[in-house]
């Protein structure tokens, strides 16, 4: 006797049980190979079940190979069929590439940068826009597009930054990207291959410098001041791929690339017959005066521009994008193809109305002056806090500033403390190629904290420093 406990008020059919107990039974080794198993007439008598149920339960059982059907002779379990159970592991914990879940808590204050206020993000206007765009566009927007973007948003972005950046470039120009790390990580594939070599800005942000890396190219630093990259350090006998730059706010030290080495910039980039690589990335909230002109509005044939609208809007909307050369357009359509066909379509044509009916403007407009206002209040606070013992730098523009203290090293140990009292920093020095440079000074960023968390925040600041 074969005995299976089903259940006739259950929702799972009792063909389903019967299979699954009979399969469980197998697999586990209580119905070994060659074992006879009962009849489907005998089986539906000791259940008290139709024999229908019992022969559509065995029948799934041969189609699946569990059991074996001998004409004359009856039923038996299969052989090599059992599957021993794995020994149980613990589950690996989650993991926060941010955050330290041993010291968060409910008031901590996190001074990353580059988050906008998510708070502000206009949603009724793009749920509005969300709607007309899901209402009114042809069926064949819902299927697969180009992997180059939509035309829609690409034309009117050419325009808007033409307007506003000075970035010269006709549509077909554009490849739409799932925000700039995607578009980092094109231009890697496009131009790199193991022993090329890259000048770069230094200190600049270790996941950029992660990306150019992982393809076996090499770093080549060069340090930043207040004015950008020192490009009369570049040596004139170099043959990068690219040159990278964030001439217009440099991260993280906030400085902004002055003409003179602007032109040496590209004057280098054509006598050597590589790129530069522009990374725009937050310099539509400038605080004096108006945005800085790009580097690409210079040279557009040797500059490549990456925009994102994830400091403007969200980042969670993952979309940004990148003006090539013309040499360079087909092969980084091939390569956006291949990685992921092409950024969600529905988002593009909600963007494009979103600039096209101005909305973008007004958003940037309305943000710079809460964004200015907070920029304020955290410069005030590490002066009213520190005095003299700091030193603000990089402030005129994007959504965060670097802070610079007297005979403070933030090591590890130091940040922790830090923590300890309700505040995350983040050190220059994590972002540095050539260490031991800028140990004493701190990223700050205040885009998605309130007035108040900056003023608290810098407090706490204050008072774990002091107790150390």
Excluded at 14 to 23: F, N, S
Excluded at 151 to 163: A, D, F, G, Q, T
Excluded at 193 to 205: F, L, N, R
């Amino acid at each position: 006797m074969l005995w299976i406990p089903i259940d006739k008020s259950s929702d799972t059919p009792l063909i389903r049980q019967v299979y699954e107990q009979i399969r469980i039974r197998i697999l586990r080794g209580e119905l070994q190979a060659g074992q006879q198993i009962p009849s489907t007439r005998e089986l539906a008598s000791d259940l008290q079940v139709s024999r229908n149920v019992i022969l559509e339960a065995y029948d799934q059982l041969l189609a699946e190979g569990y059991i074996i059907s001998c004409k004359g002779s009856g039923t038996y379990v299969a052989e090599g069929v059992l599957l021993e159970e794995p020994s149980i592991e613990q589950p690996l914990p989650l993991i926060n590439l941010f955050t330290d879940s041993k010291q968060d808590r409910d008031d901590l204050i996190d001074f990353r940068s580059g988050i906008p206020d998510l708070n502000l993000f206009p949603r009724k206007k793009w749920a509005n826009l969300s709607r007309q765009v899901y209402d009114e566009s042809p069926s064949y927007v819902f299927g697969y597009n180009t992997p180059e973007g939509r035309l829609e948003l690409r034309r009117i972005l050419s325009s808007y930054l033409l307007r506003t950046r000075g970035v010269r470039c006709h549509p077909d120009q554009l490849v739409i990207t799932t925000g700039a790390t995607q578009a980092l990580s094109l231009i890697a594939k496009l131009l790199l291959s193991p022993g090329d070599e890259v000048i770069i800005e230094d200190p600049i942000t270790h996941e950029i410098q992660t990306i150019f890396s992982s393809p076996g190219a090499s770093l080549y630093p060069i340090p930043v001041d207040g004015h950008g990259m020192r490009t009369e350090l570049i040596p004139a006998d170099k043959k990068p791929s690219f040159v990278f730059v964030t001439p217009s706010h440099q991260f993280p030290i906030g400085g902004i690339l002055t003409i003179r080495r602007r032109i040496h910039l590209i004057q280098f980039a054509q006598a050597s017959g590589c790129y530069i690589v522009e990374d725009d990335y937050d310099s539509e909230f400038r605080y004096k005066g108006t945005p800085v002109s790009s580097l690409q509005g210079l040279e557009p044939s040797r500059v490549i521009y990456i925009g994102t609208f994830s400091k403007i809007l969200s980042p969670g909307l993952r979309l940004g994008y990148l003006v090539l050369p013309p040499s360079l357009i087909e092969r980084c359509r091939d390569l956006k193809w291949f990685t992921d066909l092409h950024t969600p379509s529905i988002e593009q044509l909600i963007l494009a109305r979103f600039i096209e009916e101005c909305y973008l403007e007004r958003h940037i407009s309305k943000m710079k002056k809460i964004y200015q206002k907070r920029r304020e209040i955290l410069t005030e606070c590490l002066k009213m806090n520190f005095k003299d013992k700091v030193k603000i730098i990089g402030d005129a523009t994007g959504l965060h500033l670097t802070a610079e203290f007297k005979d403070v090293d933030f090591s590890n140990d130091i940040i922790d403390k830090i923590l300890e009292h309700g505040v995350r920093i983040y050190p220059v020095e994590i972002h540095t190629i050539k260490k031991g440079v800028h140990k004493n000074r701190i990223i700050m960023g205040y885009g998605n904290l309130t007035n108040e968390q900056i003023s608290e925040g810098v407090s706490r600041l204050r008072n774990a420093l002091l107790s150390m």
